[in-house]
T-cell receptor, first 114, second 112 residues
Framework: ETGVTQSPTHLIKTRGQQVTLRCSSQSGHNTVSWYQQALGQGPQFIFQYYREEENGRGNFPPRFSGLQFPNYSSELNVNALELDDSALYLC?????????????FGPGTRLLVL | DAKTTQPPSMDCAEGRAANLPCNHS???????VYWYRQIHSQGPQYIIHGLKNNETNEMASLIITEDRKSSTLILPHATLRDTAVYYC?????????????FGAGTRLTVKP
């Protein structure tokens, strides 16, 4: 157990809808990163949040957005869902700014877009 | 960040050592080697990381060659629960920039 939690565990949406996924970071961590993992592939970096601001982004369109709150928890929002957005969404927390910067992952939210 | 090359799959007998190779021939001097594993449908689990010295923890050992162009993750006594996809990642530890780039990994199957 890493102490990183995600909700919900599973979600079904239809194309065009919007979805919000949530992540609670491990105690003491100040950074949350989000990843998308399609079936049979490795996780792909979406973006990272540090001090409530986006701090680095992978190759994902603007309809993928996020928030980080003062308690370091985070949300991932996806607008105008497409079928290809069906994936396991992972968040990872870490303590940036120290020598201990290892990312610890949550269990993921599995999103199915119909 | 440097790219890595891993074999797509490997088998190992239960109780034997599992040696998972990773090639990172374009690694830079300030890039670390990280290993994670992912058991089916779970989040990736951190295993170990290192810069240039060999590292050992309760889960595994990491052997990095002297030229740092390759490394080997060693699970000393593999069990059935070690069956997973193992990812080798190289990345710079930058302040305020902590993303990781995963490849396809190695699917390790531990057989009884």
């Amino acid at each position: 157990e890493t102490g990183v939690t995600q909700s919900p565990t599973h979600l079904i949406k239809t194309r065009g809808q919007q979805v919000t996924l949530r992540c609670s970071s491990q105690s003491g961590h100040n950074t949350v990163s989000w990843y998308q993992q399609a079936l049979g592939q490795g996780p792909q970096f979406i973006f990272q949040y540090y001090r409530e601001e986006e701090n680095g982004r992978g190759n994902f369109p603007p309809r993928f957005s996020g928030l980080q709150f003062p308690n370091y928890s985070s949300e991932l929002n996806v607008n105008a869902l497409e079928l290809d957005d069906s994936a396991l969404y992972l968040c990872a927390s870490s303590l940036v700014g120290t020598t201990q910067e290892t990312q610890y992952f949550g269990p993921g939210t599995r999103l199915l877009v119909l | 960040d440097a790219k890595t090359t891993q074999p797509p799959s490997m088998d190992c007998a239960e109780g034997r050592a599992a040696n998972l190779p990773c090639n990172h021939s374009t690694i830079s001097g300030n890039e670390y080697v990280y290993w994670y594993r992912q058991i089916h449908s779970q989040g990736p689990q951190y295993i170990i990381h290192g810069l240039k010295n060999n590292e050992t923890n309760e889960m595994a050992s990491l052997i990095i060659t002297e030229d740092r162009k390759s490394s080997t993750l060693i699970l000393p006594h593999a069990t059935l629960r070690d069956t997973a996809v193992y990812y080798c990642i190289v990345r710079v530890k930058k302040y305020n920039n902590n993303d990781m780039r995963f490849g396809a990994g190695t699917r390790l199957t531990v057989k009884p």
